[in-house]
């Protein structure tokens, strides 16, 4: 909880866990209004993919501006922006005029603005909070996330039923101005500036730099295989609820309720317990024991055979796969050279936002033929295999996730304390990835 005594930090926290229910509020209202309609859940997984492909296809542009524009103007505009389209939504459902193929379209220019605008909210982290409180910063920001996966839906489901679906949009709407309203009282630094090059040349060097620093390039190969093998146990979470109820639209619908609550909970308290761990720990080992222990997890869910084991073992999991992406992503922010920051992080995003879907699409056909236990099981164990052949082939990416980078024996400059030394210590400590 460090991070909030910092008023800019908390400004925005605040304001953005406003922001992350009304989206939630948004994407439960949506999904259900279009199966409604249609009767085909297909359309509801159209709209999870218009949601959250932009942002692997578009964050290196969003990070090579961050890099090159004021990023006030920029967090504002693509605000508003994602306001218009919210308000847009109501005002056609409203009146009838909902078709489909329309409404995912509004969400996928929604979810193009929020891909563009999130390198440059990730690249204002130093400017709120010191180097030393970046992990717990960064478990605030997951914390903030899952609360909303806790209470977005919640709101949503009881705005639909009392006021009709336009409420949850505008809703949305609403949250978004929040963030706006924050950002007016948050000074921010000016971006490193033009280099000279295009665009284009900019994402190439943003490429360079990222290959060029150890840990950043092996946290976005990690993030990379984690949401390609590990993650999509998110998408899959009603195919588990059918498994563990047998059947019926009511008992399933509960039982997904049941089970996302679970992981949102478990994310959050591992949040809540990531700064404490790492002080008495340090982050790297932290990082190496949540990444052990998400196969661990992921096993006693996939081998549920009642729900209330299915949630236990999935606020487990949320538990762990907290570590792992705050872990990664403050891997990403402590070694991304200032200049490069934003575009360093978009190319973390990318491998965060193509694996995860790809993932998914490549195991739902896999769950139909021999089940979501196996699968669950099987894609765990494929994990750990990965991590072992790491650890034993791979000293140097030990070394770059877990210790300081090559060639630096201190900490970086503001990380301090028993977090830092227990770091120094992993870089020679026998962690498995």
Do not use: K
Not at 398 to 405: E, I, K, Q
């Amino acid at each position: 909880m460090q991070p909030l005594r910092h008023r800019g930090f908390a400004l925005l926290w605040s304001a953005g866990l406003v922001s992350t229910i009304g989206s939630w509020m948004q994407s439960v209202a949506v999904g259900a209004l279009l199966i409604s309609r249609t009767g085909q859940a297909t359309w509801a997984v159209l709209v999870a993919a218009a949601a959250f492909l932009p942002l692997g296809l578009l964050s290196p542009i969003g990070g090579a501006l961050a890099d090159r524009l004021p990023r006030r103007p920029v967090l504002i505009g693509g605000n508003l922006a994602a306001t218009a389209v919210a308000l847009a939504l109501a005002a056609l459902v409203a009146s009838g005029h909902d078709a489909p193929g329309l409404l995912v379209g509004l969400v996928a220019v929604q979810g193009a603005a929020s891909a563009v605008i999130g390198p440059f909210q990730q690249a204002i982290l130093p400017d709120l909070v010191p180097q030393s409180e970046f992990l717990p910063a960064i478990a605030l920001n997951s914390a903030q996330f899952n609360l909303g996966r806790i209470a977005g839906p919640a709101l949503a489901g009881a705005a639909v039923a009392a006021f009709g679906y336009p409420v949850a949009f505008v809703a949305n709407a609403a949250s978004f101005l929040a963030v706006v309203v924050a950002l007016a009282f948050v000074p921010l630094a000016a971006p490193a500036g033009r280099d000279g090059h295009s665009l284009l040349g900019s994402l190439r060097d943003g490429l360079g730099a990222a290959r060029a620093e150890p840990s950043c390039w092996a946290a976005i190969c990690t993030i990379a295989v984690v949401a390609l093998i590990a993650s999509p146990f998110i998408a899959l979470v009603p195919a588990m609820a059918l498994r563990l109820t047998g059947g019926g639209p009511g008992a399933v619908a509960g039982a997904t309720g049941i089970l996302t609550t679970a992981q949102g909970v478990g994310a959050v308290a591992g949040a809540l317990c990531l700064t404490g761990l790492a002080d008495r720990f340090g982050r790297g080992r932290v990082l190496a024991g949540s990444l052990v222990l998400l196969p661990v997890t992921l096993i006693a869910y996939g081998s549920a055979q009642a729900l209330w084991w299915g949630a236990v073992a999935l606020f487990a999991v949320g538990l762990v796969y907290i570590g792992v992406l705050s872990g990664l992503s403050a891997v990403v922010q402590l070694r991304a050279p200032r200049a490069f920051r934003g575009r360093v992080l978009s190319l973390y995003l990318v491998a965060l936002g193509v694996a995860y879907p790809v993932g998914a699409l490549l195991q739902g056909p896999v769950v139909d033929r021999i089940g979501i236990g196996w699968t669950t099981t099987g894609t765990a164990l494929l994990l750990s295999l990965v991590m072992a052949v790491v650890a034993a082939r791979g000293p140097g990416v030990r070394r770059a996730l877990f210790g300081a980078g090559p060639g630096r024996t201190r900490p970086p400059p503001g990380e301090i304390g028993p977090a830092a030394d227990a770091r120094a210590l992993a870089a020679v400590a026998p962690c498995s990835p």
